[in-house]
């Protein structure tokens, strides 16, 4: 089956450091998408991994190795808006179908 | 904020009943997709249209359908609600079949299935 696992909530420090992890098990596996939804929200594209390695956007990071399956986003500076649901999503190539993680609540403490 | 709009903001209907959630896509973009969010779940893929094709569908069943008109604006309809059917609904528009990076969503439409 297709299934993406990512911790279901995750605490840190402002001005801190935190790494989301991301596990997939997808056939047709293109690439790794990061989202950022706040309570009520829509989803906020972050970041997209099509290759091995890191990508690097601001404050946000996202790498992925595709020997493991495994993908994380790291967000540096940590800042109270940052609190939010981060979900990773695998891009398929067979349709270009997202198949979404259940996400993960990053509560954020002063 | 995405120039995707989505209309209602917010339904409620009965089990049985039929409902037709609607989305505008941005300026330029040919591509929809809808998804399904559930409470605390990540959203699922119900379709996607590209140029008024259907051009690819998820684990939904036949009474989720849809459209994609000329302008590119979109429709999902669901007939037969069930109660389960409760959710956020939420679409995308992108300049293209798979480019997620350029992929924005709209508010979404909250259905309540009583």
Request: glycine share 10%.
């Amino acid at each position: 089956g297709q299934s993406l696992e990512q911790p279901s909530e995750v605490t840190a420090v402002e001005g801190a450091i935190v790494q989301i992890n991301c596990t997939y098990q997808t056939s047709g596996f293109y690439g790794l998408s990061w989202y950022q939804q706040h309570d009520g929200g829509a989803p906020t594209f972050l970041s997209y991994n099509a290759l091995d390695g890191l990508e690097e956007t601001g404050r946000f990071s996202s790498f992925l190795s595709r020997s493991d399956s495994y993908g994380y986003l790291l967000l540096q500076e940590l800042q109270m808006k940052d609190s939010a649901s981060y979900f990773c999503a695998a891009l398929r190539d067979s349709n270009y179908q997202l198949i979404w993680g259940a996400g993960t609540k990053l509560i954020i403490k002063p | 904020e995405t120039g995707v709009t989505q209309s209602p903001t917010h339904l409620i209907k009965t089990r049985g009943q039929q409902v037709t959630l609607r989305c505008s896509s941005q300026s330029g973009h040919n591509t929809v997709s809808w998804y399904q969010q559930a409470l605390g779940q990540g959203p699922q893929f119900i379709f996607q249209y590209y140029r008024e094709e259907e051009n690819g569908r998820g684990n939904f069943p036949p009474r989720f359908s849809g459209l994609q008109f000329p302008n590119y604006s979109s429709e999902l309809n669901v007939n037969a609600l069930e109660l389960d059917d409760s959710a956020l609904y939420l679409c995308a528009s992108s300049p293209t079949s798979g480019s997620v990076d350029t992929q924005y969503f709209g508010p979404g439409t909250r259905l309540t299935v009583l």
